[in-house]
T-cell receptor
Framework: RKEVEQDPGPFNVPEGATVAFNCTYS??????FFWYRQDCRKEPKLLMS???SGNEDGRFTAQLNRASQYISLLIRDSKLSDSATYLC????????????FGKGTLLTVNP | EAQVTQNPRYLITVTGKKLTVTCSQN?????MSWYRQDPGLGLRQIYY???????DKGDVPEGYKVSRKEKRNFPLILESPSPNQTSLYFC??????????FGDGTRLSIL
């Protein structure tokens, strides 16, 4: 099982829709989790950090479920500008600190 | 301005000709990392460093070398590049348990 796995997508949704991505992680020692947004051929940029149960920032909500070892990202009222690839990542924690990324989920928001 | 700087941004070279991609960060981060990104494979970690003189292999270290002689710099060295190392490369840095900051990326083509 890969350390971090994401819904492969692609997701095609209309403007204004609510869309949710899930990401599972295999290392129960992981301490922190992040969602990044990546536009085509550009560097990933931090969208949200998740250290405890969840985080909310405007239209974006991230939730962490440690018992089931997954994190989710919810986007409400999606905009055309939300079209991008969304990457989740987790750190392994402890002395062997290592950050691992999922392969990403492509989202296209259509007019 | 806080940033991670990679150079060069683009490079076309030939098989076997040693090259170095530089990475520098001005945020006093302990953790630095190199990734390659290929279509369908996501971000794969090549090497990472938890502090000066401390480096470790990531998931795809073969054919690469790194060094961490100073906290701010983490160069990626390809001693004898081959066509399968043609890829988009990202350097990133972070403090412990914090999200990573990415450089703009280096698009490398090995002919």
């Amino acid at each position: 099982r890969k350390e971090v796995e994401q819904d492969p997508g692609p997701f095609n949704v209309p403007e204004g829709a609510t869309v949710a991505f899930n990401c599972t992680y295999s290392n129960s020692a992981s301490q922190s989790f992040f969602w990044y947004r990546q536009d085509c051929r550009k560097e990933p940029k931090l969208l949200m950090s998740v250290y405890s149960s969840g985080n909310e920032d405007g239209r974006f909500t991230a939730q962490l479920n440690r018992a089931s070892q997954y994190i989710s990202l919810l986007i409400r009222d999606s905009k055309l500008s939300d079209s991008a690839t969304y990457l989740c990542s987790s750190n392994s924690g402890g002395s062997n600190y290592k950050l691992t990324f999922g392969k990403g989920t492509l989202l296209t928001v259509n007019p | 301005e806080a940033q991670v700087t990679q150079n060069p941004r683009y490079l076309i070279t030939v098989t076997g000709k040693k090259l170095t991609v530089t990475c520098s960060q001005n945020m006093n981060h302990e953790y630095m990392s190199w990734y390659r990104q290929d279509p369908g494979l996501g971000l794969r970690q090549i090497y990472y460093s938890m502090n000066v003189e401390v480096t470790d292999k990531g998931d795809v270290p073969e054919g690469y070398k790194v060094s961490r002689k100073e906290k701010r710099n983490f160069p990626l060295i390809l001693e004898s590049p081959s066509p399968n190392q043609t890829s988009l490369y990202f350097c990133a840095s972070s403090s412990w348990n914090q999200p990573q900051h990415f450089g703009d990326g280096t698009r490398l083509s090995i002919l």
